[in-house]
């Protein structure tokens, strides 16, 4: 039996009766963007995120975006960002109008720190993008101190941490503003794309309800007072992302005990890259680091197991970000040779994971196909 990166299927089997009740009652109305089911997606996750408003949006690059455009923040504008992130994280700083600024993160956690990031500012400063990898947390004291200081907005790139804690505090509601994906394969995933950002700003959020619905205002359907944009949330994607919130909590905690079996069955040499301590995290991705990754990488594909690489190169050295690097980041480009993700869902059983790291212990073990220095 090949055990794939990521199955979703066992999640949907859970709610198949609630998925088909979403289907009936938004295919019964006219109302396919809009309508009650995204107000209800939108107070119930901002509620969740510990937030007084949620603005639901197309996708989670979007919802950056708005944040961002939300904010006043252009040209002439500095955003940092972590160099080792999807590379949604700096498209948006540019589709914005700004200039994403990579900084390097920390060479063990691979997240970003208040050190890393107090390097790259400079005067023309606005923001920080701080992005919680791997559903792992930033430590948002070490970095919010630094924010704080220089005067920088504040703003939470979540798409990988849905339910994720800080000292016991939910991601998400540390920022000036937060941006959600909830692309299928996120810990909260839709049926398609969508998004959201969360806010306890009231003019924030409007403004950017505003943009992402064609500049129109909560007074007129008809009158335009900015140039916006269509970024929406669709209504049968609100029903299902709040049929799945009820389950969240309980696959997150899935999530944790397969981290916990991967620890207890790695072979010697073979570690997760772990969350820092003081957080709970919610393993969007379970990441070692190796050695002669690719190798290893395909000898665990001949044996059906899926991986992946999140990412084999970090931003600062992506064509179209280059022209924006000012040096090298030595931490993140190191990381980006060696980082290998193994399969990592909910429903994967403990005899899975054993099975994943016999393998990986099979190829440390056979230097013939160069799993071993
Ligand atoms: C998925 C992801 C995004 C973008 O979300 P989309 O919904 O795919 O646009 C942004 N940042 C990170 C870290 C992500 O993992």
Known sequence: ???????????????????????????????????????????????????????????????????????????GDEVVVPANTFVATCEAVVAAGAVPVFADVDPVSLLLTGESLRSVITARTAAVIVVHLFGHVVDMDDVGRVAERAGLALVEDAAQAHGARWAGRAVGSFGVASAFSFYPGKNLGALGDAGAVVTDDAALAARIRSIANHGRTAASHTEHAVVGRNSRLDSLQAAVLSAKLARLDQWNEARRRVAAWYRCHLPAGVRLVEPLEGSTPVHHLAVVRV???????????????????????PCHRQPAFAHHARGSLPAAESAAEEILSLPMFPHLTEAGVSRVARCLEAVAAAPSEGGRR
């Open 1 to 75: 039996m090949p055990i794939p990166l990521l199955d979703l299927g066992p999640m949907h089997d859970e709610i198949r009766a609630e998925l088909d009740g979403c289907w009936r009652e938004v295919t019964g109305r006219e109302l396919y963007v809009g309508g009650p089911e995204v107000g209800r997606f939108e107070a119930a996750w901002a509620a969740y995120c510990r937030r007084r408003y949620g603005v639901g949006t197309a996708n989670g690059t979007d919802a950056l975006e708005l944040v961002l455009r939300g904010l006043g923040i252009g040209p």
């Open 291 to 313: 050695p002669f990754r690719d190798q290893v990488s395909a000898a665990l594909g001949e044996a059906g197991i899926g991986t992946g690489i999140h990412y084999p190169t």
